[in-house]
């Protein structure tokens, strides 16, 4: 099963390392990982999809992650409503025909045609990992001649909002 896994951590060399490490050592396969600085420069979000066996192995390395010296905190956000993204570039072969094909293709999907040549095209692709899978199968006939994919970034969706008689609570 899949975990999407979040961590705040230092902004200090070598803490990715220490904590791909981690999940090495357990034999998880990270099937995508983005780091990337928060609105603090000194705090970044690393954003890890694992495949695991069972909820109680991930549940182990969380504990594990946590008593990491740069890790500041951690939070398995499988289960939690989401927004999470991904971008991918796609190097497409075309013909001088096929470009306004192409380009009425990926319209539905607002994805962007970033660069075109004389025998390929560039599309960029911003959403949910259902969504790019989608334009990819669509486009696999033209043949992909490149891919690069960012893997997913996710938040946790903003706070919701209960009305209790003339007070109003927030809920994280």
Request: hydrophobic letters at 40%.
């Amino acid at each position: 099963m899949k975990r999407t896994i979040t961590a705040l951590v230092n902004n200090t060399s070598g803490v990715l390392n220490r904590i791909t490490g981690l999940f090495a050592r357990r034999n998880f396969n990270i099937e995508s990982i983005t780091v990337g600085i928060t609105e603090n420069p000194s705090i970044s979000r690393m954003t890890f999809v694992v495949v695991v066996d069972t909820i109680g192995n991930i549940d182990q390395v969380i504990k594990q992650l946590n008593k990491q010296v740069d890790v500041l905190k951690v939070r398995d956000i499988t289960d939690e409503q989401t927004v999470a993204r991904e971008l991918a570039l796609i190097k497409v072969g075309v013909t001088p025909q096929q470009r306004a094909e192409i380009g009425a293709l990926v319209n539905p999907f607002r994805a962007s045609i970033i660069d075109v040549g004389r025998e390929n095209m560039t599309i960029e692709i911003t959403g949910d990992h259902e969504k790019v899978e989608a334009l990819l199968d669509l486009l696999k006939p033209y043949g992909i001649q490149d891919l690069a994919r960012t893997g997913i970034t996710a938040l946790k969706r903003g706070t919701k909002r209960s009305l209790d008689a003339n007070r109003i609570t927030l809920i994280n």
